[in-house]
């Protein structure tokens, strides 16, 4: 059991959070977006979690953590045919990970405003369907569960400090 | 003649199980908004039965099995994981290990004490 790799089990559920939290903070600075890159109307994104399964070591969806620094080590020692025990390195088993980052299709909101260069020929701009309220959840959820994770981390670290006072 | 007492061993064995137990909570945690995740664990005595019977001596005990945990109430989207009850499972095994790392001390220092029992 290695606590080390704990902390890749937690890293992993920051970085995801995290993702989560810019995706929503990106929803709702493009509440009023009608372009983007690809001339089209902005659209709402949703992140999708999955749970990571053993021996993930995708670096963009967290694991550096515990996960490749471990398995880095461990192939570096066994690269220079060191003889001592190999502990399994098999890390941020039971973290998360970002499946994807989906556009949601829906129609947008028409609002009558002739003025704006967008507007159709009724005088209609379409916006995005972006509702803040959804979006402020979405950022407290992304948030708390962040904190728990912290509190995780926290947790671990006190113990691979009492672990280390077994020395003194 | 052994350096580390059979307790020593044991009490590696407890705080080896106390992480493990950390690691399911960290994981129920990491997995909190996975949809259709469910709550993971195990039974702490049972495996600390197994690991005191012999099975997985010398500290290098299998990491126990991981089951999912019956009698949560899962939300909408399929996934059951309780913040209290994660909550309280994070502090009750850094409680556990605590325990383990201070019983080690003394259980060194015992050792200790015999190795310098002649200067004293």
Redesign the interface.
Known sequence: MNLFGLLGVSGSALTAERVRAEVTASNMANAETTRTADGKLFQRQHVIFQSAGPASNDVTTGGMLGGSFASTLQSQLSAAAWNGASPAATADEGGVEIAGIVTDQGQGLRRYDPGHPDADKDGYVTYPDIDPLTEMVDLMGATRAYGLNVSAVQATKSMIGASLDILK | MDITTPLADQLTSY??L???Q??????N???????G?HT?GFDFEAEMQRALSGEGASGTSA?PQ?QEVDGLLARPDGNNVS?DR??LA?AE??LK??TG?EL??RE?ARVLDAIHADSK
Request: glycine content about 2%.
């Open positions: 705080m080896d106390a992480a493990a950390l690691k399911a909570t960290a994981t945690m990491a997995n909190i908004d996975t949809p995740f993971v990491a991981l913040m994660e909550g994070m095994a850094q290990f605590r790392v080690a001390k060194y």
